[in-house]
């Protein structure tokens, strides 16, 4: 932080602390992925995050701590996002500040149903090293499926409740969410349409490697490294953000 004005580097310790808190959350979890919405009877992201920081500073009353981060987290300070709320930079700031700060290697990764609203239908941080081919049908088959469960009764209960705007809005991101578990299955088999690379190739591409010990479908080898395990769920937009780690970062490394 030399050269950082003292509002760079005051927001670059609330942003750490935050991204700390959500490494503890996901860490502890039970099978590293903690939606940001509450599925399968757990709590989400942002309750969970609230908790964490009470517990590092047990002395302060948790609603003013809230509002003093939240403070910070609106300031204009050149070279970081504004964020009018904690559930605002868990949803958009998150994932980028992270990435920066492990030098765009993530060990947190942040799916999303969506890339452009800004209340997404389903998302939900997996913790890279244990992301694999089983946790990702675990992901698909208990949080997914839950998510849509819930969307499909709230919308039934708009209807019975005559609330059309609220039943056509919660159909809406029933379907997001089937949209993004169709992404998950073709990851999870490996599915390849059209060019290598392309916006429809979900495979975990290896060249260097001979054909028969190519990954077949979700068999990420944390060897292979972040941006080779990465890369299919960028290219098929399966992540947050857009376009964080191009084909040019992967031939440079």
């Known amino acids: ?99 920066d700060l492990y030098q765009q290697r993530p060990i947190l990764w942040h799916l999303a149903s969506s890339q452009d609203s800004a209340d997404p239908a389903f998302s939900v941080i997996v913790q890279y090293h244990r992301f694999d081919h089983d946790l990702l049908a675990k992901l698909r088959s208990v949080h997914v499926r839950d998510r849509m469960t819930t969307l499909r009764r709230e919308a039934a209960q708009a209807g019975k409740d005559n609330r059309e705007d609220d039943r056509l809005q919660l159909l809406a991101a029933l379907e997001e969410v089937e949209a993004f578990d169709k992404k998950l299955a073709k990851l999870q088999e490996g599915h390849h349409t059209g060019p290598e690379s392309g916006d429809a190739d979900y495979r975990i591409l290896t060249p260097w490697k001979k054909p028969q010990d190519r990954p077949k479908g979700w068999q990420p080898d944390i060897d292979d490294g972040v941006k080779v395990n990465i890369a299919p769920l960028t290219r098929t937009g399966l992540l947050r953000i857009k376009n964080k780690f191009g084909a040019k970062d992967l031939e440079d490394e």
Not at 39 to 50: F, G, N, T, Y
Not at 61 to 74: C, F, G, Q, R, S
Request: proline share 3%; charged share 30%.
């Open 1 to 99: 932080m030399e050269g950082q004005s003292a509002e760079q580097k005051r927001l670059e310790h609330v942003c750490r602390l935050l991204s700390y808190a959500v490494k503890c959350v996901v860490e502890e979890d039970n099978d590293g992925l903690v939606s940001l919405q509450s599925v399968a009877q757990e709590l989400p992201l942002l309750e969970r995050v609230r908790a964490k920081l009470a517990s590092f500073f047990p002395e302060q009353d948790p609603h003013t701590l809230e509002i003093e981060i939240v403070n910070e987290l609106k300031k204009r300070v050149k070279g970081y996002a504004r964020a009018e709320s904690l559930q605002e930079w868990l949803t958009d700031r998150f994932f980028d500040f992270h990435c």
